[in-house]
């Protein structure tokens, strides 16, 4: 798919994202205060930039595993199959684990990890999300920690790619695409 023109434009500036970043470990260290050693869990590849944060910021004992799951493709559009590229190294039965997104879109990929580890039968389960697109959802799930709730526009940055660019810019922004290739898209 030929790739249309673009502007990105800051939404959400890194000192922000930092700040909320260190807002959030209080509380989810807070939350897990008596865990002997909590399973933080990164759902690659959008969360690797806010999983490295966040647990830098985390004073608690953590174990850092990763899933890679999928459900975009190169397309602006999610679609509603999930599939699982990679999962956990290690075992989470009987242990508190934290799930972290970069962002909830539809829900589709989160409830679909959700349901899979939940079969795990951890001792504790709970989600942070840094981004939540509520207008999007199509499927009732919501992280119990949000960093920022944003209105349906396409996000980079952070960790958030388009097209497997822009993921290493250190702010989230919003992705103008050219009227010009607006005209060609909706004339074709
Ligand atoms: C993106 C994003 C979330 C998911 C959200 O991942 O990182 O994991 O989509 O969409 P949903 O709520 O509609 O399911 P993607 O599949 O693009 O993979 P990536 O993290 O490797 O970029």
Known sequence: MPQRAYVIEQMIS??????????LAIEIAAEFRDTDKLVVVGLLRGSFVFIADLVRELELPVEVDFMEASSYGNATQSTREVRILKDLRGEIAGRDVLVVEDIVDTGYTLAHVLGILRSRRPARLRTIALLDKPARRETPVRADWIGFEIPDE??????????QRNRNLPYIGRVRFSAEDDAVTSGS
Request: aromatic content about 16%; charged content about 25%.
């Open 14 to 23: 890194a000192k922000s994202i930092a700040a909320r970043v260190e807002e």
């Open 154 to 163: 396409f996000v980079v940055g952070y960790g958030i790619d388009y097209a």
